[in-house]
């Protein structure tokens, strides 16, 4: 397992493949994992830019990054990337189009599957927050 990417190995080079998630892999919703997998994404697609088109993450990211101070992605803060997240409409257009380091590529980019991601990671840290209603025996609802 491939535990920075939460993948299985695919030895077949021939074609592109989707990894699947690793739900139950405790690293899965480390939000320091999460973030430093994004800015790995992030800063590919911001070198690349063949998605500039598909929707309106992607023009969001490169402007985010493009006026940061340093124009780099380590200048923008980790608070922002939610924009991009809100923006993908998981469309899977840059996965199956356009991105030319899907897998088998060593970049190993999976852009709606990271989005997923931090969707799953914000659920989680909601459904942590909401207090869980427990059913007494006379059939009664308590918080």
């Excluded at 980790?78 to 991009?84: H, I, L, N, P």
């Amino acid at each position: 397992i491939d535990v920075g990417r939460f993948c299985t190995v695919h030895t077949d080079k021939t074609e592109s493949f989707r990894r699947p998630f690793q739900r139950n892999h405790p690293d899965f919703y480390d939000e320091e994992k999460l973030e430093q997998e994004m800015r790995r994404v992030f800063d590919v697609c911001h070198g690349c830019r063949a998605c500039f088109n598909l929707c309106e993450s992607f023009p969001t990211l490169f402007d985010m990054v493009d006026k940061s101070p340093t124009q780099e992605l380590d200048s923008v803060p980790s608070t922002q990337f939610a924009k991009v997240v809100d923006d993908c409409t998981l469309c899977d257009m840059c996965f199956m189009v356009s991105c030319p380091y899907v897998p088998p590529h060593s970049l190993d980019i999976d852009f709606p599957h990271l989005i997923a991601r931090y969707k799953a990671v914000e659920n989680r840290k909601k459904q942590e927050s909401i207090p869980i209603a427990k059913q007494t025996e006379d059939k009664e609802f308590i918080w």
